[in-house]
Nanobody
Framework: QVQLVESGGGLVQPGGSLRLSCAAS????????MGWYRQPPGKQRELVAH???????NYADSVKGRFTISRDNAKNTVYLQMNSLKPEDTAVYFC????????????WGQGTQVTVSS
């Protein structure tokens, strides 16, 4: 079994910053991709950013230049630094980990609420 524990969500004013963390534990092997998705109220879940095992990153256009994803392979942890937050960033943020070879298994965190409001 694999557990993903997220932390760092909360309430922040527009223009503020938050840092999300997601630590993976349990039967960890061959992590390929670590990432963050979000689900705004009444909308579908969408990719925010992901980072490959080699360090390559990909971001949604809406967060480019404001959010930074990073990972600590030794700790099996992925981070999302969110700066210049906007009200439209309000959502539940989910950690996502894909691991295994040749079959790939996908795991999700329980979600953490991020609310951007004055």
């Amino acid at each position: 079994q694999v557990q993903l524990v997220e932390s760092g969500g909360g309430l922040v004013q527009p223009g503020g910053s938050l840092r999300l963390s997601c630590a993976a534990s349990g039967s960890i092997f061959s992590i390929r991709v670590m990432g963050w998705y979000r689900q705004p109220p009444g909308k579908q879940r969408e990719l925010v950013a992901h980072i490959l095992s080699g360090g390559s990153t990909n971001y949604a256009d809406s967060v480019k230049g404001r959010f930074t994803i990073s990972r600590d392979n030794a700790k099996n942890t992925v981070y999302l630094q969110m700066n210049s937050l906007k009200p439209e960033d309000t959502a539940v943020y989910f950690c996502n980990v894909q691991m295994g070879f040749p079959d790939v298994y996908t795991y999700w965190g329980q979600g953490t609420q991020v609310t951007v409001s004055s």
